[in-house]
């Protein structure tokens, strides 16, 4: 890798808030209010997404879907390949500042509100309140297989007033990364649900 620009991918009137890549597929949004898919190899722009009322804060890619949060408060889902809009996710109360998938569950965020929802129905499965999506202390917070809450237990208590703006896991490391610059490290061990 050398490190050169290859491309500089034009489309967007307005400032790009997010980008987020898929093997040879990057998501872009943007202030225009737009989703725009691209080709990483060629620059070209795929398709472009429209939908959203107000800034689109964050993107996300994962097999044929792609997600995006917006400052209109909605939380959308898309198909990659046809850019048809599968589903719009309401229930936050202020903007939403992130989104993240993983196999069928999507998980979003707007200041002091988590939700999580069914990525192939659209279905909100828990809203939480208070905490943030992976708190030290607390093994499993939700249950990726079916949406719900299986143990809240003590811990550190870590909350993300500010939302996560990037996330990465290897392993049972989470790598968190909020608006007010800081990097969070996060060691999550799995438990056996409460019977």
């Keep these: 890798m050398s490190g050169e620009e290859q491309h500089v991918l034009k489309g967007h009137s307005r400032s790009v808030r997010s980008v987020a890549i ?37 993107v996300a890619i994962q097999g044929d879907n792609i997600v995006s949060g917006s400052d209109d408060k909605t939380v959308r889902v898309w198909n990659a390949t046809s850019g048809e809009e599968q589903h719009v996710l309401k229930g936050h109360f202020g903007r939403v500042h992130s989104v993240v998938i993983q196999g069928d569950i999507i998980v979003s965020r707007s200041p002091g509100d988590t939700r999580y929802w069914n990525a192939r129905t659209g279905e909100a499965l828990v809203a939480d309140e208070a905490e943030a999506s992976i708190t030290p202390g607390t093994k499993t917070l939700v249950n990726v297989e079916n949406g719900t809450h299986v143990k809240r237990s003590g811990g550190i208590g870590f909350t993300m007033d500010h939302a996560a703006s990037a996330t990465a896991r290897q392993g049972s490391v989470y790598v968190v990364g909020d608006l007010c610059g800081m990097v969070h490290i996060l060691h999550v061990q799995e438990i056996e649900p409460e019977t």
């Design 22 to 58: 898929q093997g040879d597929t990057i998501v872009s949004g943007s202030r225009d209010k737009t989703v725009r898919i691209w080709n990483a190899t060629s620059g070209e722009e795929q398709l472009m997404l429209k939908g959203h009322s107000r800034t689109v804060t964050s």
